[in-house]
Nanobody
Framework: QVQLVESGGGLVQAGGSLRLSCAAS????????MGWYRQAPGKSRELVAG???????NYADSVKGRFTISSENTKNTVYLQMNSLKPEDTAVYYC?????????WGQGTQVTVSS
């Protein structure tokens, strides 16, 4: 089992930026993939961005060009840089890791974008 701890959420005005961090309890170099999901009130959880072991990334259409996912293996951490934030980006953001075909979730961090 892997523990994932998110940080970096908060309140920001539209057009602003935030960087989320997800720290894993052990080395991420062997993880199959890691990603960020989000869940807004009354909506289903959706994939925001993912990074596969080896560096390939993918993004939801709604965040392409604004969000960037990256990893720093020496710190066992994955980041989500969010720029040009919009009110519709408001949600709880969750870190996810697929390890040996088992999914692991963090507790979530709230991101609120005011108009």
């Amino acid at each position: 089992q892997v523990q994932l701890v998110e940080s970096g959420g908060g309140l920001v005005q539209a057009g602003g930026s935030l960087r989320l961090s997800c720290a894993a309890s052990r080395s991420i170099s062997s993880f199959n993939l890691m990603g960020w999901y989000r869940q807004a009130p009354g909506k289903s959880r959706e994939l925001v961005a993912g990074i596969i072991n080896g560096g390939s990334t993918n993004y939801a259409d709604s965040v392409k060009g604004r969000f960037t996912i990256s990893s720093e293996n020496t710190k066992n951490t994955v980041y989500l840089q969010m720029n040009s934030l919009k009110p519709e980006d408001t949600a709880v953001y969750y870190c996810y890791a697929l390890v040996a075909r088992q999914g692991n979730w963090g507790q979530g961090t709230q991101v609120t974008v005011s108009s």
